[in-house]
């Protein structure tokens, strides 16, 4: 089945600077990854995706990159802020029996310093 | 707030007692998941229900036992469960996993539960 690694497990960036997180996954038939963010006590929520036919996306201060010769994605937060403190959570989906089906990585705290 | 509403928030169980956990999601979902959610751990898929059908069992233990009367219902039911088996259990529910961009999965808040 997939595994995906995440890294690394914290991480903890001074509010302005940039913020990178990777994971990697070992199903080259994968081709949807989502990243979600939960914060302390609240649900993981998805804050952005990328599918395999687009190498990078990204939404305002956010941004995911894709390279899936080497099967690795990271998600890199710009100009951090102390409202992006939470753990995220990279994930990766293959169709199983029909069904996409997600796995996800351990997850990377994020604290940011103000 | 999401359309993913789980009750309660917060168990603690004997390891002789029976509950239930409940989730309900107001989003139109025809799939609807139960999850694991250890310290240090990844997010642990347990149980699968599209269209009221179970697709997936990740080698559960039989104390958990899931319930999906309708798509938009899902329940846990819990019998003789372990001091391991305390965690978060979040539940989600997507559109449509058997179609590709259709499996955006969108979670409850979760029931923390302790296992004394």
């Known amino acids: 089945g997939e595994n995906v690694e995440q890294h690394p497990s914290t991480l903890s960036v001074q509010e302005g600077d940039s913020a990178v997180i990777k994971c990697t996954y070992s199903?080259?038939?994968?081709?949807?990854f989502p990243w979600y963010k939960q914060e302390l006590g609240k649900r993981p929520q998805l804050i952005i995706d990328i599918r395999s036919n687009v190498g990078e996306k990204k939404d305002q201060r956010i941004a995911v990159t894709l390279n899936k010769t080497a099967k690795h994605f990271s998600l890199h937060i710009t100009e951090t802020q102390p409202e992006d403190s939470a753990v995220y959570f990279c994930a990766a989906s293959i169709l199983n029996f029909g069904n996409e089906k997600l796995t996800f990585g351990t997850g990377t705290r994020l604290t940011i310093i103000p | 707030e999401t359309g993913v509403t789980q009750t309660p928030r917060h168990l603690v169980m004997g390891m002789t007692n029976k509950k239930s956990l409940k989730c309900e999601q107001h989003l139109g979902h025809n799939a609807m998941y139960w999850y694991k959610q250890s310290a240090k751990k990844p997010l642990e898929l347990m149980f699968v229900?599209?269209?009221?059908?179970?697709?997936e069992n990740n080698s559960v233990p039989s104390r958990f036992s899931p319930e999906c009367p309708n798509s938009s219902h899902l329940f846990l039911h819990l019998h003789t469960l372990q001091p391991e088996d305390s965690a978060l259990y979040l539940c989600a529910s997507s559109q449509e996993p058997r179609i590709m961009g259709k499996n955006i999965q969108y979670f409850g808040a979760g029931t923390r539960l302790s296992v004394l």
């Open positions: 229900y599209n269209f009221k059908e179970q697709t």
């Open positions: 199903d080259s038939a994968s081709n949807y």
